[in-house]
């Protein structure tokens, strides 16, 4: 049974990663230690099985298991958000109810994919997921799934049981005004990781976004300063988050999120295909530019990195 009100859902939320074996199976020792790294830093919330933890290469079972692992290793310490979007209504429907029977406090999911649909099929699509569960549903506007305009997230927000927004875009002045446009009790949560302090000065209730499985302390840090209205030092640590991230992008991407875990001593696994690892010689690459990034800024709060 949820524990937290989606009004209780609001801070730094990782988008996290989903534990692999060897076989490309969910590894459950391996998701239990992510889990418990993570709540241990002081992360305000979960989002679970989304684009970061790669669930379009899963299969319905391991969705599921991911899912109750987690929720059994958090055990009501903090929220958990499920995604549960999927290509056609009805098997999203399914893992609503599936994440709303194992302890989920609330539910998201990308606008339906891979086809054109119009607003009303998306507007439908979302009405019907939201009605079937009692837990909230999140709606989650990003740019792999096909953008939504504003007009059809304002309708969105009309559907009794979908409470807030995920808005993984740099256009943070129509966020603001879909919060604004929406009301106070409209949750919404900004996704671009490099602009997390803008998210917040736009009016947003909480940040979901990959990098905070790595360094999750910036993004506290960030957070604290700007509920202290300290603008400064909100953004030096946004400014060291920043380059973090370019440093190490252009190393696939999602594999690197893997071996930076592994850098932290945290052992998540790696990608499955089709994505692809990165090779000892890239991962070494991306530690000297971390390397020659840390020495530039003169921080310290790289130091938590074996590189």
């Known amino acids: 049974m949820s524990k937290f009100d989606i009004k209780d859902i609001r801070g730094v939320i990782p988008a996290t990663l989903t534990c692999f074996d060897d076989n490309e199976k969910v590894d459950?020792?391996?998701?239990?230690?992510?889990?418990?790294?993570?709540?241990?830093?002081?992360?305000?919330?979960?989002?679970?099985?989304?684009?970061?933890?790669?669930?379009?290469?899963?299969?319905?079972?391991?969705?599921?298991?991911?899912?109750?692992?987690?929720?059994?290793?958090?055990?009501?310490?903090?929220?958990?958000?499920?995604?549960?979007?999927?290509?056609?209504?009805?098997?999203?429907?399914?893992?609503?109810?599936?994440?709303e029977s194992v302890g989920a406090d609330a539910i998201s999911s990308v606008p339906p994919f891979y086809g054109s649909y119009s607003p009303d099929a998306v507007y439908n699509y979302y009405k019907d997921i939201a009605e079937s569960v009692s837990i909230p549903m999140i709606a989650y506007n990003v740019a792999a799934a096909g953008l939504m305009g504003k007009d059809l997230i304002k309708r969105l927000a009309t559907i009794p049981n979908v409470k807030g927004l995920k808005y993984t875009a740099r256009s943070h002045d129509e966020m603001g005004s879909i919060k604004r446009a929406a009301g106070e009790d409209f949750m919404v949560y900004s996704g671009c990781d490099e602009m997390a302090f803008s998210g917040f000065s736009f009016g947003?209730?909480?940040?979901?976004?990959?990098?905070?499985?790595?360094?999750?302390?910036?993004?506290?840090?960030?957070?604290d300063a700007f509920k202290k209205s300290d603008i400064k030092t909100a953004m030096k640590y946004q400014a060291i988050a920043d380059e973090f991230i370019?440093?190490?992008?252009?190393?696939?991407?999602?594999?690197?999120?893997?071996?930076?875990?592994?850098?932290?001593?945290?052992?998540?696994?790696?990608?499955?295909?089709?994505?692809?690892?990165?090779?000892?010689?890239?991962?070494?690459?991306?530690?000297?530019?971390?390397?020659?990034?840390?020495?530039?800024?003169?921080?310290?709060?790289?130091?938590?990195?074996?590189?």
């Not at 790669?54 to 290793?73: C, G, H, N, P, W």
């Not at 947003?204 to 957070?223: H, Q, R, T, V, W």
């Not at 994505?275 to 709060?301: L, W």
Request: aromatic fraction near 10%.
């Open 28 to 99: 459950e020792k391996r998701t239990r230690e992510l889990i418990e790294f993570l709540i241990g830093t002081g992360v305000n919330g979960l989002y679970i099985t989304g684009s970061t933890g790669i669930f379009q290469t899963m299969t319905a079972d391991e969705r599921k298991k991911s899912t109750e692992i987690v929720l059994d290793q958090v055990s009501g310490r903090i929220p958990v958000i499920v995604h549960v979007g999927d290509i056609g209504t009805a098997k999203s429907i399914d893992f609503a109810l599936h994440a």
């Open 204 to 223: 947003a209730d909480g940040i979901i976004g990959s990098f905070y499985n790595c360094i999750p302390e910036l993004y506290m840090k960030i957070y």
């Open 246 to 307: 370019f440093a190490t992008l252009k190393y696939n991407g999602l594999a690197a999120l893997y071996d930076l875990m592994k850098l932290r001593g945290i052992d998540a696994g790696n990608v499955i295909r089709p994505f692809i690892k990165n090779t000892p010689e890239q991962v070494e690459a991306m530690k000297a530019d971390i390397r020659k990034m840390r020495d530039e800024f003169g921080t310290s709060e790289l130091d938590v990195f074996n590189i």
